[in-house]
Every structure is written in structure tokens, then in C-alpha cells.
């Protein structure tokens, strides 16, 4: 099947956010005509984010600022992946939560308690905490050491976040510090676990072949795909470079320069 083909095929568009359709607080040239495409041309959209430091609120007024209208329903996070997990498997157990207050009020609105008191814990929380402190290190330490059978839980693994300047340390960086002082590793819930994926085909009622996640990452975005058996679209507009794709073992079913080239496939 040619590119054209499979691309306007796809029926459900999950899209990564930051590095391909914006980046830092600069909007790709192509965004909003794209999603206005894909809506005119009978298609979805939703926006699937390993990013847990802002909730849902948090990104809408960050779109809106950038000029894109969403709401709620727009939205798959890990937030919101994690507390399906935490739903299923640690229903009712209270929460340190080792990230920012957008993540702690998701989780609260869930219905979780979410404690400050390490002896009040019954499971840890590792999310990207942009308010991160060395007492909440210490804490986790504490916790992980002290504390063997708690369940410990990370929204992501992304080892770094993209900003316009380069990268900052993102979950899985602080996750790898944490597992060198406490040798412990958390079930981690957001890509490339393919539980976002697989919630947002059944919230929406989509099947496999007529859904793609499109994003800027081999490991977390394009794996997701892959494992949730959707087709996996890189694009070559954040942290991807040539020598990382040409290295992964995982491969993407398509490769864009950038997700305006979907454009031209959706417009034909």
C-alpha cells in the first residue's frame, strides 16, 4: 500500500503533541489546518500525551493560546491512563505522588486520596514533576526502601522532554535515578505501553486498522502504536534524528518529515 493510500485510510489520528504539533509554545505551520482537515473529511483526532505534568485543563489553555479549540473528550494522557490503572489493579490505596499539583488534582478528581505523608502511603506515584524537590527523592527513596511491597507506579518513560532550547530530564530520567539509589523500577503505564491506544479505539469505537498514532519518538510513541497493532508514524520534527531511526529495532510503518505531509493525503 502506497503512503497515500494508508494514510488516507486511517480513520483515527492519535496525536502526540509536543514536537509534532507544536513545539515549546511554537505552533507547526500545518497544525490547524490539519485538524480542521481531518474533521471536515469525516475523520478524528485526539491528542495522546505522555506528558503528566499538566492535567487536561492545563492543556486546553495551553492550545488555546496556541489558536486550537479542544476540550475534555480531545484528550488520552497517561494521567488519565494511570488512573484506569490504579482503578483496576489499587483501588482504594492512598497516593505519594512524586509529581506536580496538576497531577495530584487529576488523580484527586478520580477519586484518589493523595497524601503527603509517607506514612500514609500505600502506593507511589513517579510522574514528570516540573516541581520536583530532593525531599520528594527522598521520600520515594524512603518509601521503596523501607517499604518493599508497595506498589510503585510511573505515568511515563520518557527519558527526556523537548523544549526549544534541547531537552530537559523527563519520568523515566528521574525513574533511572530512583532505581540507582533503591534498585526498584516502576510498572510504568504511558507509551509505549499500549493501554492508550487501546483506550482510545474503545472509547471511540475504532478498530485497529483505521487507527495510527503519529508522533516525534520511536520508543514511546511509535512503540505504542505497534504494540497496540495500529500504525506507527514517525515524524521528523522533534527529537527523532536519522541515526536514531536508522539505530531502533523498532521501525515505523511510515516516516514524515513532519505531520503536514498527511495533509496532501487526506486533501487527494
Known amino acids: 500500500m502506497s503512503q497515500h493510500d494508508l494514510l488516507s485510510s486511517m480513520k483515527l489520528f492519535l496525536f502526540d503533541m509536543d514536537g509534532t504539533l507544536y513545539l515549546g509554545d511554537r505552533l507547526y505551520d500545518f497544525t490547524i489546518e490539519l485538524l480542521d482537515t481531518i474533521k471536515k473529511t469525516g475523520r478524528t483526532y485526539l491528542f495522546m500525551t505522555n506528558n503528566s505534568s499538566k492535567s487536561v ?50 488523580l484527586r478528581m478520580e477519586g484518589f486520596t493523595v497524601t503527603e505523608r509517607v506514612e500514609d502511603t500505600d502506593c507511589v506515584v513517579m510522574g514528570f514533576d516540573t ?20 506498589p510503585y507506579i510511573a505515568t511515563n518513560p520518557d527519558l527526556v522532554c523537548p523544549t526549544e532550547f534541547g531537552s530537559v530530564p523527563d519520568c523515566g530520567s528521574v525513574c533511572i ?17 499500549p493501554l492508550m491506544p487501546r483506550l482510545a479505539m474503545e472509547r471511540l469505537g475504532m478498530g485497529s486498522a483505521a487507527t495510527c498514532v503519529v508522533g516525534d519518538r520511536i520508543y514511546t510513541d511509535v ?24 539505530a531502533s529495532p ?10 503536514g505531509e498527511i495533509l496532501s493525503a487526506l486533501k487527494g
Open 57 to 106: 485543563a492545563d492543556y486546553i489553555k495551553k492550545l488555546q493560546k496556541l489558536g486550537i479549540e479542544a476540550t475534555r473528550e480531545d484528550f488520552i494522557t497517561s494521567s488519565q491512563a494511570t488512573a484506569y490503572y490504579l482503578h483496576k489493579h489499587h483501588e482504594g490505596k492512598r497516593l505519594y505522588v512524586c509529581g506536580t499539583r496538576s497531577l495530584k488534582e487529576e
Open 131 to 150: 516541581e520536583l524537590t530532593f525531599q520528594k527523592l527522598h521520600d520515594v527513596c524512603y518509601l521503596l526502601l523501607t517499604r518493599p511491597e508497595l
Open 177 to 193: 535515578c530512583i532505581k540507582n539509589a533503591t534498585g526498584r523500577e516502576p510498572v510504568v503505564i504511558g507509551k509505549p505501553s
Open 250 to 259: 523498532d521501525k515505523p510503518h511510515l516516516v514524515l518529515q513532519d505531520a
Open 223 to 246: 512503540k505504542s502504536g505497534l504494540n497496540a497493532g495500529v500504525t506507527g508514524i514517525l515524524v521528523m520534527s522533534g527529537e527523532t534524528t536519522q541515526e536514531i531511526l536508522d
